[in-house]
């Protein structure tokens, strides 16, 4: 079993989803967040009008650009590393989650670092990063509005761009009340700047001690070595440039040739995420400080993080390592949004989750996630960089066939179907027997309450039957008349 | 024109009229309609699962018998989609039976896509006094780019109104197996659709595959909605009576 594997709840998936699906806190959180996604992106993506763009036509270039990358990854990781070292940075590379762990806890120990400051980084929940650096003796401090709030709550995000969605106002407060030292108040909307600038309070007193700032990178740009930040709320800056030491970790899938295809996935990359034509703070971070610089860190380090992704070059997945984790995908998603994102079970949700969960922490550890999924390709159609993750779900779905991964009573049951199916006269003879069956069950209602053979069906919804003959049945019959 | 009927198993069992209100549809429309014998299921199901190789005896299954006709036309978007989408890169890899699967997915329509976008229909046959909201299936519009026809075709019947429903293009939370595999999830995913059919207050929500329509009436009826009508487009289109 993998690290990766240790970590993830994903086989928990049926029986999460129940608890998520009948808690009334979460779902009213949910609820509210849905058609502010939907339609800030639309608008966003509307807005690509206003500057001549057309949607397809920057797809196909994201696409373009992200598969002209992948297929020659080793030789741009190879540019950047040079590029990024010749600026003045240390590139280390891991294999997975817990090389991270050590080679962050060892520049930390190496520089008398005691406490860390972290812009959003998915790829250092992957590593459980914090839970190494808090072993090893330094305090991570998540600064990312988000991410405070779920480190004090001790969660982890259930979104990749809006990590604290599930949570709501008032568990917000009784939170911040509760770390902050302060009596609960009673809160409405319009009280959220209030609560956002006691975050950025206590925030700012970690900025400006801490000796390490640790983040992720959207990009890493290979013809200059540089890494680029998208960030809205500006934490991402304090953390790159206020301590001594700047770590950079994300995964080797993120490099991209030039600053020109950068200007070109950023067309879609903030307006598929937020709406936003472009978020608020771009950050290009390159090498170390520079004399006369006013700010920087004195050393920059980035681990270039493997994790799974190598393995999927070249494989029936390598698609999805065109993701830049824009989170319209769940955005997007019927089942997302009646779950939230922790009924997945491990780091990333939704359906870009049911794609990488399996592949990052083995098939065999995630059976439902593919699964879980109506096949109605709400995300594919929104995605900026046009992966068909309904197909890369569907292949999941194939690949446990044909290692026996399913349950043998599930695959007898397809084998008897299909055998019944491709003998039309048995066919005939048991559907015109179930259409009988049906209709007494029905016992003259026109719909069933409760079915035996079907209990997840039946238990939220009737099932409507016919009069209890087939057509082909009465088409044979009205021929003959 | 010689066009085949593919009932699709869910029509054949749940819901005849369907079957037959297309067919009325066809030969209304000057059609020679032919119900191929054999034809059971398209092997949806068995692909949907991952099971592939029954999928592809199921599919070369229904290539003979569908093959041969000028067209075949589906009640479905979802069974069309099958037909039209997976069939060829199912059988890619047998040159012969590949050819096959090709030709016949040119041939192969969803019934309100061949009426609009081949035969061109401009009348229907049946009149509808009421108002109807439309149910964009996901496989029909996201698969076949099935939109604008059966408006098309609403539009075209006498007393019928339609009123559109916020958000008629998301997913009913049907999905097939999904919907018994994760039955609460799927509940939860047909109440927002059928939140967004009250909403829009129309007689009756109409749609052009059987499968979300069993599940939105399904869940309308257990939410205790006896008054809304779920129907089929065809039905509306033909009229229902077997």
Redesign the interface.
């Known amino acids: 079993m993998t690290a990766a594997a240790k970590h993830s709840q994903a086989m928990h998936f049926q029986a999460r989803a129940g608890e998520k699906v009948r808690n009334p806190v979460l779902q009213r959180a949910l609820q509210k967040a849905k058609p502010l996604f939907v339609g800030k992106r639309a608008k966003g993506i509307a807005g690509l009008a206003d500057d001549d763009l057309d949607f397809e036509a920057l797809r196909t270039a994201c696409e373009g650009i992200r598969n002209r990358t992948l297929a020659d990854l080793d030789v741009w990781l190879d540019i950047f590393e040079e590029r990024a070292t010749a600026s003045g940075a240390e590139v280390l590379w891991a294999r997975d989650g817990e090389e991270v762990g050590r080679l962050v806890v060892d520049i930390a120990r190496r520089h008398g670092v005691s406490k860390a400051t972290k812009s959003k980084s998915m790829l250092s929940e992957e590593a459980h990063l914090n839970e190494a650096l808090a072993a090893a003796g330094i305090r991570p401090v998540e600064t990312d509005l988000g991410e405070y709030i779920v480190q004090l709550a001790g969660e982890t995000p259930s979104h990749i761009i809006a990590p604290a969605i599930h949570k709501t106002l008032e568990e917000v407060e009784a939170l911040f009340a509760k770390e902050h030292g302060r009596p609960i108040e009673t809160r409405t909307s319009a009280d959220i700047p209030d609560l956002t600038r006691e975050a950025r309070e206590v925030l700012r007193q970690h900025f400006l001690t801490a000796d390490m700032g640790i983040s992720g990178a959207n990009f890493l740009i290979a013809e200059s070595g540089t890494a680029a930040l998208v960030t809205n709320e500006g934490n991402g800056r304090m953390v790159t440039t206020l301590p001594r030491v700047h770590v950079v970790v994300t995964g080797i899938e993120k490099v991209i040739p030039t600053l020109e295809d950068f200007a070109t996935l950023m067309r879609l990359l903030p307006r598929s995420a937020t709406g936003q034509s472009i978020s608020n703070y771009v950050s290009l971070l390159t090498g170390t400080r520079r004399e006369g610089d006013h700010d920087g860190p004195e050393k920059t380090v980035f681990i270039l993080v493997d994790n799974g992704r190598a393995k999927l070059l070249g494989s029936a997945y390598q698609d999805m390592l065109r993701c830049i984790r824009c989170g319209a995908c769940m955005n997007h998603c019927p089942v997302y949004f009646s779950l939230g994102g922790h009924a997945y079970g491990w780091v990333y949700p939704g359906p870009m989750g049911s794609v990488l969960t399996p592949l990052y922490t083995g098939i065999e550890n995630a059976l439902d996630l593919p699964h879980a999924t109506t096949g109605c390709n709400q995300c594919g159609s929104v995605c900026p960089v046009r992966i068909p993750l309904p197909k890369l779900m569907h292949q999941l779905r194939t690949e446990q066939v044909e290692r026996g991964l399913r349950p043998w009573s599930e695959r007898l049951a397809f084998k008897a179907w299909a055998w019944v199916a491709g003998r039309p006269a048995l066919y005939r003879w048991l559907t015109r027997r179930a259409a009988r069956y049906l209709n007494w069950l029905a016992d003259g209602d026109g719909r069933i309450r409760i079915l035996g053979l079907a209990p997840g069906w039946t238990a939220g919804r009737d099932l409507p039957v016919s009069s209890g003959r087939t057509f082909h049945e009465l088409y044979k019959a009205r021929k003959r008349a | 024109m010689r066009v085949a009927l593919y ?1 699709t ?1 869910l ?7 369907v ?2 209100a297309s067919l009325r549809l066809l030969e209304a429309a000057g059609c020679e309609v032919i ?1 191929p ?5 398209c ?1 949806q ?2 692909w ?5 190789a ?1 999928a592809a ?2 599919a070369r ?1 229904a290539i003979g018998e569908l093959e041969g006709y000028d067209y075949v036309v589906i009640p479905s978007g979802s069974c069309a989609d099958q037909i039209r989408n997976v069939y060829p890169q199912l059988l890619a890899d047998d040159p012969a039976w590949g050819l096959r699967a090709r030709t016949l997915a040119d041939r192969a329509y969803e019934l309100t896509s061949f009426l609009v976008d081949v035969l061109k229909l401009s009348a229907v046959p049946n009149q509808f006094d009421g108002s109807v909201t439309y149910h964009d299936s ?2 029909g519009l ?2 076949l780019a099935i939109k604008r026809q059966p408006r098309d075709l609403l539009a075209r019947v006498p007393g019928l109104s339609l009123k559109e429903m916020s958000e008629c ?3 009913c ?18 109440d ?1 659709k059928c939140d967004a059919i009250a909403a829009a207050g129309a007689d009756a929500v109409v749609g052009g595959d059987l499968g979300c329509l ?2 939105i ?3 309308l ?2 939410r205790g909605d006896e008054t809304t009508r ?1 129907l089929h487009i065809a039905e509306v289109l033909a009229g229902g009576e ?1």
């Open positions: 009932v198993c029509v054949d069992l749940m819901r005849p009229s079957a037959f119900v014998e054999g034809q059971t299921c092997g199901p068995a949907s699962a991952g099971e592939r029954l005896d199921l299954k996901c496989k996201r698969g293009e998301e997913c939370g049907f999905g097939g197996a999904f919907s018994v595999k994760f039955g609460e999830v799927s509940t939860k995913i047909v927002r069993m599940n009436e399904g869940r009826r257990r779920v077997a």
